[in-house]
């Protein structure tokens, strides 16, 4: 595997359902992203981690909850969502943060019925 | 004040035009202005950047033009392909956090 890897590629699940989102980096970068991106929306920051750490939330409802267990791994968990969560949810990945190129993902695809 | 604003929406060039997509910024405190081109399916990939102590950045085909008295800047695709359809989206760097546009959806034909 190389770059940017996200599983599952697509979800479907109810409003009651808990399931969890997947991101892994195989760059040696430091710093991870998770992105929102909705029809005719810009792309949205949800949460950065820079070294494992969380250095930003922008204001993303409780019902998104990130986890960072290393460097290479990024998760989030999902719990309680509405049918506005349906989007694609990109990670990220780069060697620092602000001007270092950011690394995409493919994205998982999510719709919330 | 944190918004970049891109138009157009979508746009169709014929094969060997200019593509002409426009940025605009309020945030003067904004100092890196990537683009980044998506395909469907994929994720958004970097394709060219630029600092505001210059006003042209080109690399190959694509040119960013960067106006920073009227705070905005463009992306210009040379000899348009088809295989440059895509969604391009600018954005600019805040706060070691990068603000996105809307995106344009660009589609070139044959």
């Known amino acids: 595997e190389t770059g940017v890897t996200q599983t599952p590629r697509h979800l479907v699940m109810g409003m009651t359902n808990k399931k969890s989102l997947k991101c892994e980096q195989h760059?040696?970068?430091?710093?991870m992203y998770w992105y929102k991106q909705s029809a005719k929306k810009p792309l949205e920051l949800m949460f950065v981690y820079n070294f494992k750490e969380q250095t930003e939330n922008n204001s993303v409802p409780s019902r998104f909850s990130p986890e960072c267990p290393n460097s290479s791994h990024l998760f989030l968990h999902l719990h309680t969502l509405q049918p506005e969560d349906s989007a694609l949810y990109l990670c990220?990945?780069?060697?620092?943060?602000?001007?270092?190129?950011?690394?995409f993902g493919p994205g998982t695809r999510l719709t919330v019925l | 004040q944190q918004q970049v604003k891109q138009s157009p929406q979508s746009l169709i060039v014929q094969k060997g035009g200019i593509s002409i997509i426009n940025c605009a910024y309020e945030?003067?405190?904004?100092?890196?202005f990537p683009w980044y081109q998506q395909f469907p399916g994929k994720g958004p990939a970097l394709l060219i950047a630029i600092r505001p102590d210059v006003s042209e950045m080109k690399e190959g085909r694509f040119t960013i033009s960067f106006n920073k008295s009227a705070k905005q800047f463009s992306l210009h695709i040379m000899d348009s392909q088809p295989g440059d359809s895509a969604t391009y989206f600018c954005a600019a760097d805040s706060s070691y956090k990068l603000i996105f546009g809307s995106g344009t959806r660009l589609l070139v034909r044959p």
């Open positions: 760059l040696g970068h430091n710093a």
């Open positions: 990220a990945s780069s060697q620092g943060r602000g001007e270092d190129e950011q690394f």
């Open positions: 945030n003067t405190a904004f100092d890196y």
